[in-house]
T-cell receptor, first 114, second 113 residues
Framework: KAGVTQTPRYLIKTRGQQVTLSCSPI?????VSWYQQTPGQGLQFLFE???????NKGNFPGRFSGRQFSNSRSEMNVSTLELGDSALYLC?????????????FGNGTRLTVT | GQQVMQIPQYQHVQEGEDFTTYCNSS?????IQWYKQRPGGHPVFLIQ?????EVKKQKRLTFQFGEAKKNSSLHITATQTTDVGTYFC?????????????FGKGTKLSVKP
């Protein structure tokens, strides 16, 4: 079974720009969650999508948004980038989500904002 | 907001020594999961504990869930260099409306050969 695929692996953007990250979950997994990982704050939950609906959201500003398509693939968008948005963005798929089943993480997208 | 505290933040051991990391929540948890992240890698699921007082073993790794379902531990016996990485616990709040896992900040383990 193929794992979770995230693209791109690396991104360098300038302050004020926007960025879109993509995630393809494991086949059969309908839940996709996004996390931001930084050395200081650890793994912080952004949002979870299940069957194209956002059913959970973390404490991030509205500049962070996402969506899920009918094939369960998900995208995350960050608008008006700030220096503090530099981080590793991890996508994780799971069978049923809501913290009740294991998360399978992708390799992440390393975003650098200059 | 709700937090899951994990200690210690760092642990340096000699190969062959034991290692333990602890996870504590002020709120009862429905379940707790443990993940390992190798340097440069992504978190990989290790185990999920659900029942009060549950103990599970995976070779040299022993996982425990406290009786009150507010704390958990991961113990590694006779560490090896392959155990290097950061170990995260992630708890699901009991009865929480959010329904998302809250991750501890992790314990970074280094093993000196």
């Amino acid at each position: 079974k193929a794992g979770v695929t995230q693209t791109p692996r690396y991104l360098i953007k300038t302050r004020g720009q926007q960025v879109t990250l993509s995630c393809s979950p494991i086949s059969g997994h309908r839940s996709v969650s996004w996390y931001q990982q930084t050395p200081g704050q650890g793994l912080q939950f952004l949002f979870e999508y299940f069957s194209e609906t956002q059913r959970n959201k973390g404490n991030f500003p509205g500049r962070f948004s996402g969506r899920q398509f009918s094939n369960s693939r998900s995208e995350m968008n960050v608008s008006t980038l700030e220096l503090g948005d530099s981080a590793l963005y991890l996508c994780a798929s799971s069978l049923i989500g809501r913290g009740n089943s294991p998360l399978h993480f992708g390799n992440g997208t390393r975003l650098t904002v200059t | 907001g709700q937090q899951v505290m994990q200690i210690p933040q760092y642990q340096h051991v000699q190969e062959g020594e034991d290692f333990t990391t602890y996870c504590n929540s002020s709120t009862t948890l429905s379940n707790i999961q443990w993940y390992k992240q190798r340097p440069g890698g992504h978190p990989v699921f290790l185990i999920q504990l659900v029942k009060s007082g549950e103990v599970k073993k995976q070779k040299r790794l022993t996982f425990q869930f406290g009786e009150a379902k507010k704390n958990s531990s991961l113990h590694i016996t006779a560490t090896q260099t392959t155990d290097v990485g950061t170990y995260f616990c992630a708890g699901l709040l009991y009865g929480g409306s959010q329904g998302n896992l809250i991750f501890g900040k992790g314990t970074k383990l280094s093993v000196k050969p």
